[in-house]
């Protein structure tokens, strides 16, 4: 009797190995991005980043969401960012 397994996905290429090396690669965006990290928390859990602190306008707060999204890994983004 031969042994009965699911098959396993091969991890995603381009794809970090961890949420503490995914919220490095979004913080790494947003600095190259020209904004910056100021005033900005970012983690991640199972590959969603959470985005908390403070921004200066509802389109900069559009903006730290959009670049947080476009980091390969990220599954979905949760944008809590206030504006001043």
Known sequence: MGMNSAPVEPAKVGSPANDALLAQLVRGALGRSGRGT???????CSFVVMLHGSVG???EREEVGRVAST???VESVTNKLRVR
Not at 38 to 44: A, F, L, P, R
């Open 57 to 59: 306008s509802v389109e």
């Open 71 to 73: 980091v390969p890994g």
């Open 38 to 44: 100021s005033g900005i928390n970012v983690s991640s």
